[in-house]
């Protein structure tokens, strides 16, 4: 398989949290580059806007995304 990310991702396992309208969701963050990461929640992906705030606390970071991809338990996201 050809990769055609514009950057490489690189496997992590930080636990995050996905905020929006001052409530915050719980997920792990499973990769992670410079563009965009893909995140893995313990409930249905369906209750996630399309558009959120990402916190990994364990790196200090806020980041604003959107979600470009989605599956039962994960989503792919861009930062904006």
């Given at each position: 398989m050809v990769?055609?990310?514009?950057s490489?991702?690189?496997r992590v396992m930080?636990?995050?949290e996905i905020e929006h309208g001052g409530d915050r969701i719980p997920c792990t963050v499973r990769d992670l580059s410079v563009t965009g990461a893909a995140l893995e929640?313990?409930?249905s992906t369906r209750?996630?806007?399309e558009k959120f705030t990402l916190v990994v606390p364990?790196?200090?970071l806020k980041l604003s995304c959107?979600?470009?991809r989605r599956t039962n338990f994960r989503i792919g996201v861009?930062?904006?």
């Amino acid at each position: 398989m050809v990769e055609t990310r514009v950057s490489p991702r690189y496997r992590v396992m930080k636990p995050a949290e996905i905020e929006h309208g001052g409530d915050r969701i719980p997920c792990t963050v499973r990769d992670l580059s410079v563009t965009g990461a893909a995140l893995e929640v313990s409930d249905s992906t369906r209750m996630i806007p399309e558009k959120f705030t990402l916190v990994v606390p364990e790196d200090g970071l806020k980041l604003s995304c959107r979600v470009v991809r989605r599956t039962n338990f994960r989503i792919g996201v861009e930062f904006e």
